[in-house]
């Protein structure tokens, strides 16, 4: 292929640099694609981000040097790498989301994919670097300057793109495979359009074909992504899904059965069992009534999104609150969803309730109110999101907004099957110049479990409820201090936002079961 003048070698030029724009933008969807994907399945951000970065980065070294040979049929050879990335990118997130749910194969699949995505990204830029000298005869330096400028601005567009538009409207299965077709549309065009009169006879004809059964494979995946999705989920659980949603926070599913003791309905978080309907109430009472015992007019709820917190709560006449929720999706669910609308008897509607969409860690920083009581109703911090609202920081910021007298409780696992991550928790807390009362009870969706009451000056277990509870008694919160020989309190570091140590303490010792 000898160099393009004129016109239409500038217009050729600004077709290949689109190209490589838009290429770019694709390969960092496809990355930031497979670590978000890894957060909400299997968590942990940090450390699915450190996988596949790793193995890309490693990968693209290996496909620039694996696409050398290739740079005599530079035109043919980036057909079918793009082709080839385009499919493989665009069902790069279907194909990992059916290892979890059918194989429980997700980490050696994310490596693989991983390693192949990055091997065809890093061909191509040798191939387009070929291309561009081509078109236009200039020096080494040049060209690498242009190339690169246009591909890490590309790379800019294409992160952007990924959180605020594609993640929001289209979802992370129906959002990558668009970003296939694109990719795919990017090679077609530099091929069929900018060299077109450089590719004859049969090559054209198969590439065509090609790119035919690549874009139609993406459009039907596309079509039947929606119904994919909901038979993998499906094959998670063991019950019935009645209700599923996506958000740019969490999966958010709630399952129903029947039982002998009458419908069971449970919510999960990426997957976590948040509670069971049969016993939920165990958890409640036993969370929120012991902190309630003295003054209790204003009460911060941080967490607890479903409203079940609340509704003990509220169940004192004289108690207000103000409730901290990250999803807004999972509040509006607690306000309408008929399921958990009689679980919460309607709580989150109550007008003695403030309910606050906000991270709480943020919320805590900016307000300035004092709280008798405060109810720490987080998900378990084995993920690097719900880490910090374990540390000693947050901790010290809950400790700023309790009034003379008040009391802050925390939902802090199970002391018998992750011990490390408890007493971890209740260092944190001390840490943070807080005084701690460990108990725990039996909930049987659970097992053991355990909460740490806490205050500025040592605090006392006993209950002042407004009525007969379900669960707790005197007598069950007395036997609740109690902690068995094998089960004793262990001396351990707190947890900083710089040492999330509580991070590896959860991931590791629920790793197990």
Excluded at 181 to 198: E, K, P, Q, S, T
Excluded at 407 to 434: E, H, K, M
Excluded at 473 to 501: K, Q
Aim: aromatic fraction near 10%; charged fraction near 15%; hydrophobic fraction near 50%.
């Amino acid at each position: 292929m000898s160099p393009v003048g004129g016109n239409h070698g500038r217009w050729a030029r600004a077709g290949l640099l689109a190209v490589v724009f838009v290429c770019a933008a694709c390969g960092l969807v496809y990355e930031l694609a497979l670590v978000s994907l890894g957060s909400f399945l299997i968590g942990n951000t940090a450390t699915q981000a450190s996988i596949v970065l790793a193995v890309m980065v490693f990968a693209m070294g290996v496909g620039s040097l694996a696409a050398k040979p290739l740079q005599a049929q530079a035109i043919v050879a980036f057909a079918i790498i793009e082709l080839t990335l385009a499919l493989l990118g665009g069902l790069s997130v279907l194909t990992l989301y059916a290892a979890f749910a059918y194989l429980s194969l997700y980490t050696p699949a994310l490596v693989v994919v991983a390693f192949v995505l990055g091997l065809l990204i890093g061909a191509e830029i040798p191939l387009l670097m070929v291309l561009l000298q081509r078109i236009r005869r200039q020096d080494a330096g040049s060209a690498v300057a242009d190339m690169f400028a246009v591909d890490y601005i590309g790379a800019l567009i294409g992160g952007l793109c990924f959180p605020f538009l594609l993640l929001p409207l289209f979802g992370q299965l129906q959002g990558t495979l668009l970003v296939g077709l694109v990719n795919a549309a990017a090679g077609c065009f530099l091929v069929f359009v900018v060299f077109r009169r450089d590719l004859r006879g049969v090559r054209r004809v198969v590439l065509g074909i090609a790119s035919i059964a690549v874009v139609g494979t993406l459009v039907a995946a596309l079509m039947l992504a929606g119904r994919f999705e909901v038979t993998a989920r499906q094959a998670m659980f063991r019950d019935p899904i009645v209700a599923a949603e996506r958000t740019p926070y969490q999966d958010i599913v709630i399952t129903e059965r029947r039982t002998p003791l009458g419908p069971d309905t449970r919510l999960y978080l990426n997957g976590d069992l948040q509670f069971s309907s049969i016993d939920e109430y165990r958890y409640h009472e036993s969370l929120v009534h012991p902190a309630m015992a003295g003054p209790h007019a204003r009460v911060l709820i941080l967490g607890g999104g479903d409203g079940l917190a609340l509704r003990e709560v509220l169940g004192y006449r004289d108690a207000t609150a103000t409730l901290v929720e990250l999803d807004p999706e999972m509040v509006r669910l607690a306000r309408h969803d008929e399921r958990l609308l009689a679980l919460n008897r309607n709580s989150m509607n109550d007008p003695r309730a403030t309910v606050i969409t906000a991270d709480a860690f943020t919320w805590l920083r900016s307000d300035r109110d004092l709280f008798d009581v405060i109810v720490v109703d987080m998900p378990d911090p084995d993920e690097s999101a719900t880490a910090k609202l374990y540390s000693t920081e947050f901790y010290s910021l809950v400790r700023a907004h309790l009034a003379d007298g008040g009391r802050v409780v925390v939902q802090a696992g199970s002391p018998y099957f992750a011990p490390n991550s408890f007493w971890c928790i209740d260092a944190t807390l001390r840490d943070a110049g807080l005084a701690t009362t460990p108990y725990h009870v039996d909930v049987p969706s659970f097992g053991d479990w355990g909460y740490l009451l806490a205050g500025r000056t040592e605090q006392r277990l006993w209950l002042d409820a407004p009525g007969p509870l379900r669960f707790l008694t005197a007598g069950e919160l007395a036997a609740a201090a109690v902690f068995p020989a094998d089960r004793p309190r262990l001396d351990l570091p707190p947890s900083t936002l710089m040492d999330p140590r509580i991070l590896r303490y959860a991931q590791g010792e629920w790793s197990v079961y």
